[in-house]
């Protein structure tokens, strides 16, 4: 998409409306309020504008080049001239499409009603429908509704089903020329708008009563009208959830995956009882009038548990906290309402509403991106563990249930995110944190809030806790959770090589983070959390050569550290991560069968080679990622596989990895050579041992092996998988030539 870096960019959408308008536009101000992303297709921004003292919509859609026909075919359709004299606005070379209403592409019904009866904005989403006011006959007050032509159908068929129903309002005529519906005013406000406003007493009376307005709705014999069964959608739309999110999130798609199948485990279940549902159940689809409470918004009517929308109308509860709307304590008083309401009428299984929850807030996990929230990425990382907190709140009732067994790795993830869900709960920031911690961080300040940053579901959690000091200043914590229980090896592993290396007096750049305490109670121990720059951008730096020079040398002194480790790992251990990994990468990707059997043999053939080599003390997961590097240290991160190897290990592992990196990014895997040459430099000027380059060549290229393996689990990477193997069949074919001239030269 040549045109998604403007889109982006409020600053570049102004000065191409400004160059484009036939008035003159004078403080032009742009906020963006939506974002609509399609991989591989398009993305569309909806911007807030003014301008002149008036304010209006824009929106700008960028095309991707095999998509790019769909911009043509969006310009043959008539315009009408909008706000600022603009209609539609084009940029062909970066393949942009703007427009002010009416001008929608897709709605074309909306340019025919703005003729004659300018309807007066209430919603929109752009290609999908709009919602106004207009004057109706005898000059009464209507909402017109316009979609696009392919969801006409359904929607007319919806509006006949709602205007059966008595909390909707009465349907006031269809439009079949301009894909129109007409529905009669109804004056009031939502709930979300008078809860904002209204006494606590107040606003709790209003969500019982809402409770109560969802039973007789669900309580409503469900009509004859083919409604879909949305439980049955659930696998489909748990799966376009998920991709969704890790196409703009990849890195959180190890939680993502986790919360997708836990989610269908627990929903995906016979029995059910089905209901007429809303579908889209939330506090501004109920409207408070003097005649009583009335339901918004049938778009989403459907047959499905009662759950379903309880839980989803608790999950907007809990984003409206996310995003500060709402106190976690009125949300909590506002759910409890609301459910007591409903149970009045009708049963609820507590068991599935848990789950309908989770599903309700999974569902909108991609609001932060969406409507362009500020610090989004961590917001979403932050709804994620909040999803995740959920689910693990049913542990105790899922493992009593007979209908659900659950596996050892489920009892594993269960038991991890339980210890997330206390280490993340403000109460433990004063009690078992604050024991842990040791008297001279206490001294700095006190914790203030903590976020879940990294969870690999059923193995590990990383969470950083923010400490402000007595101006305010903040500093850090890093707290390592392990789901089998608290890592002591490891914390104790650190702790001997922090002591060792800063008494050292060979000044040589090597540093791990302070361990400041271990928490058994929470499965956990603490770190300080260290200032500077990752790995991969000290080596993208004007600095790179430098710094891979001081990570070599930072990486030679950890393997002449005098630290006893009882945990080994040889050519046999080696031999088994190839068989296990080229299995599976042989399942993923059958058509590449013969060439990665191919790989593998060769592969065996190098761990054969690599027996009966010196050991030292070794990291044996040495890339840049676990490195942060300022002017003076190279700190080395994550030593939980810290054990007695052959240091050509580490070091082929790391020239790897950049060469993989490279290959991904640049297209080249040698783009980095001065740097991969700086490392060696650092690493190698105390000397090394006569196999040293033999070996370190065989696990860079078993390293290459494992990353080819690692492409094919991420939608990201999968792309390059096939570069990745070539590449380690044309490695393999250099290192067994190597190996030829070595024989014929009698070495």
Not at 472 to 499: N, V
Not at 599 to 604: E, L, N, P, S
Not at 674 to 688: L, S
Request: charged residues 25%; glycine residues 6%; proline residues 5%.
């Amino acid at each position: 998409m040549p045109g998604i870096a403007a889109l982006f960019s409020p600053a570049a959408i102004a000065q191409w409306i400004h160059q484009a308008s036939a008035v003159d536009v004078r403080n032009l101000v742009l906020s963006p309020r939506y974002i609509r992303f399609k991989p591989d297709a398009s993305c569309l921004v909806v911007f807030d504008g003014h301008a002149d003292g008036e304010s209006f919509l824009f929106t700008a859609k960028a095309f991707s080049r095999k998509n790019a026909v769909k911009l043509d075919k969006a310009l043959s359709r008539g315009s009408a001239q909008g706000f600022l004299g603009l209609d539609r606005i084009v940029d062909r070379s970066r393949l942009l499409l703007g427009w002010v209403l009416p001008n929608d592409p897709i709605l074309r019904g909306l340019k025919r009603y703005s003729a004659d009866s300018q309807p007066n904005l209430l919603a929109y989403k752009p290609e999908r429908r709009y919602v106004g006011t207009l004057t109706g006959p005898h000059g009464r007050k209507q909402v017109l509704k316009i979609y696009k032509k392919a969801a006409f159908t359904r929607a007319c068929e919806l509006a006949r089903t709602a205007d059966a129903l008595p909390m909707f309002p009465k349907l006031a005529g269809i439009d079949e020329q301009r894909c129109g519906i007409r529905l009669d005013w109804i004056d009031g406000d939502t709930l979300a708008t008078v809860a904002a406003r209204g006494a606590p007493d107040i606003s709790h009376g209003r969500f019982v009563a809402t409770g109560e307005l969802l039973a007789s709705l669900h309580a409503h014999p469900v009509p004859d009208a083919g409604l879909a069964r949305t439980e049955e959608s659930i696998p489909g739309r748990l799966h376009l959830i998920a991709r969704g999110i890790v196409e703009i999130a990849p890195h959180l798609e190890s939680t993502v995956e986790w919360i997708a199948s836990t989610v269908h485990r627990r929903l995906c279940v016979d029995g059910c009882r089905e209901v007429l549902s809303h579908g889209d159940f939330y506090s501004n689809q109920v409207l408070i009038t003097e005649g009583g409470m009335r339901l918004l918004d049938y778009d989403e009517l459907g047959v499905a548990s009662p759950e379903a929308d309880l839980g989803l109308f608790i999950a907007h509860l809990e984003f409206d906290v996310l995003r500060g709307r709402l106190s976690a304590q009125q949300a909590a008083a506002a759910s409890e309402a609301f459910l007591a309401g409903y149970a009045r009428a009708l049963p609820i299984d507590s068991g599935r509403l848990a789950a309908q929850i989770a599903y309700g807030m999974f569902q909108l996990a991609h609001r932060p991106f969406r409507d362009w929230m500020p610090g989004w990425p961590e917001l979403m990382q932050q709804w994620l563990a909040r999803i995740a907190v959920r689910l693990a709140e049913r542990v105790e009732i899922s493992r009593r249930s007979t209908s659900e067994t659950a596996t050892a790795g489920t009892e594993l993830g269960e038991r991890l995110m339980l210890q997330i869900q206390r280490a993340l709960a403000e109460s433990a920031y004063d009690t078992l944190l604050a024991d842990a911690i040791p008297a001279d961080v206490k001294a700095q300040g006190r914790i203030v809030q903590g976020m879940l940053i990294r969870h690999k579901p059923g193995r590990r959690a990383l969470i950083r806790y923010t400490l402000h000091d007595a101006d305010h200043r903040a500093f850090g914590l890093i707290g390592k959770l392990r789901a089998k229980g608290t890592d002591q090896r490891t914390f104790a592993t650190t702790q001997a090589i922090h002591e060792i290396v800063t008494t050292d007096d060979r000044h040589l750049p090597l540093r791990v983070p302070r361990p400041l305490a271990s928490v058994p109670d929470l499965d956990m121990w603490l770190q300080e959390e260290i200032a500077g720059t990752d790995g991969w951008s000290a080596l993208a730096s004007d600095d790179a050569a430098a710094n891979a020079l001081r990570i070599g040398e930072a990486l030679r002194r950890l393997h002449g550290l005098d630290l006893p480790t009882r945990r080994t790992h040889g050519a046999d251990d080696e031999l088994s991560i190839i068989d296990q990994r080229l299995a599976a990468a042989q399942c993923e990707m059958p058509h590449l069968r013969l060439r990665i059997q191919a790989v593998w043999d060769a592969g065996r053939a190098c761990c054969e080679s690599l027996r009966n080599r010196p050991r030292c003390n070794a990291h044996r997961d040495f890339y840049p990622a676990q490195l942060i590097v300022d002017a003076e240290w190279v700190y080395v991160l994550d030593l939980d596989l810290f054990c007695n190897a052959d240091p050509a290990l580490d070091v082929g592992n790391f020239i790897a990895h950049i060469e993989e990196s490279d290959l991904r990014n640049a297209g080249n895997p040698h783009a980095r050579q001065h740097v991969i040459e700086a490392f060696t430099r650092g690493y190698m000027k105390h000397g090394y041992d006569p196999g040293f380059m033999s070996a370190l060549e065989r696990y860079r290229v078993l390293s290459l092996v494992r990353l080819f393996h690692i492409s094919t689990g991420f939608a990201e990477r999968r792309a390059f998988s096939n570069d990745i193997l070539a590449y380690c069949e044309q490695q393999i074919a250099q290192l067994n030539s190597a190996d030829s001239r070595l024989i014929l030269a009698g070495k």
